[in-house]
Every structure is written in C-alpha cells, then in structure tokens.
C-alpha cells in the first residue's frame, strides 16, 4: 500500500534523524560550556544562513508556481526567514556583535555549505521532493533550536529578546506542517515524488546541518 503523505513526511523524518553525536556544539550550549565568542559567531553566521536561504525559498516558490500549494510552502518558508533575520539582531546584539564586526565578517566554509546546498537544491531539486527533505531536516533544527533557547535562559541570563530567534524555531509549526502535508500529498497523487532523490537531498542537508555545528565548535 502507497503511504500517504503524513505517513511518508513522518517516516523519511525518523530515517534521516541525526546521529546524537553529530551535532558537537548544542551540547556544549546546553551546558553553558560555549563560550560568549562563539555564541557571537554563530550569530554572524547565521546572518549570511538567514539571507541565502530567504531568497532560496523565494526562488522555489517562483519555480513551484503551477503548483500554489508547494508555492505557499516556499513563501511561508520565505517570510519566516524574513521574521527570524529580526530577530537575529536581538541575539548578535546581546552577544557583543557590533556593526562593524558584522560588516567586516568572513563567514566560515563549514557553516556555509549548509546554505550553498540549499541554493543548489532550489536550482536543481523538484520543489516537491525539496519540500520533503527540507521538512525532515527542519525537525533537527527545531530541536536544536530549543535547546539552545533554554540554555540561553538558564545559563548565559539571556533576556527574552535575545532568545527569540530560537524560540521562533523551536516552536511547532502547524500549519507549516499541513502546508507540507498537502504540496507532498499533490505531489504523490501526481506522480511527481522521488523518494530516492528526496531521501538524497535530506541526507545531505543532514550532513551541512552537522558540518554547521561543528565548524563552530572549532571556535576558542
């Protein structure tokens, strides 16, 4: 029998799920051993994440046209980008990232693959088989993005401001989740998934999620 598409998101999900010790550094976070400098870091790396992968997003969304249920997904992907770019500046700010360091900032190669994969998925993947290697990646991203919300509260004394970008991720997202459901749902009954080739993508994302975190971890 044919899953259906919230069956087939859940299961390629838990397949691509990450080794717990892939990720180096939200541990490290967790415990409040990270240092302020790389907290600052991540920041400015996740300012370069945030602009490449809004326009991403947008670029799938244009290709995805014919299909508004996939555009929706893109563009709702798009504006969350747009959201957590403001409140990214909250987190920089609180830890110690100035104007300038920001303008003069060379962003490392190992955090970078993870958007430069991304900007090769929306030139060359199907939007609907990007839709679901996308999806699965985003439940690691979540996690990971809760834990470090926590530990901003408990162990850096954090204000709420600051932790927002986090929280913006760590949060369920329902009718992000539906939108996937439905484009991957269309994409099915169209006979327009790879499975093979969506399993790849999401692998790979996988793969520059974990190089992200551990090219940070290298930082005194």
Request: hydrophobic share 50%; glycine share 4%.
């Amino acid at each position: 029998m044919t899953p259906s598409a919230a069956e087939l998101l859940a299961s390629t999900t838990a397949r691509l799920a990450p080794d717990p010790q892939a990720n180096r550094l939200v541990p490290l976070i967790s415990r409040g051993e990270a240092s302020r400098e790389t907290l600052a870091v991540l920041a400015l790396e996740q300012r370069w994440v945030i602009a490449a992968d809004r326009r991403s997003f947008l670029h799938l969304a244009e290709r995805a046209a014919a299909t508004p249920i996939a555009a929706a997904f893109f563009t709702s992907l798009a504006e969350g980008e747009s959201l957590a770019a403001e409140r990214m500046t909250a987190f920089a700010e609180a830890c110690g990232v100035t104007a300038e360091r920001t303008r003069t900032y060379d962003p490392l190669p190992g955090c970078q693959a993870y958007p430069a994969y991304v900007s090769w998925l929306a030139l060359n993947a199907s939007p609907a088989d990007a839709i679901l290697a996308l999806t699965a990646n985003f439940s690691a991203w979540g996690g990971y993005c809760a834990r470090i919300a926590e530990a901003l509260r408990t162990h850096y004394a954090f204000p709420d401001e600051a932790r927002a970008f986090f929280d913006l991720f760590a949060q369920p997202a329902p009718d992000l989740d539906s939108r996937a459901t439905a484009a991957v749902s269309a994409a099915l009954d169209e006979g327009r998934l790879d499975e093979t080739a969506a399993h790849r993508y999401g692998r790979l994302l996988q793969c520059y999620e974990a190089m992200f975190w551990n090219s940070l971890r290298a930082i005194p």
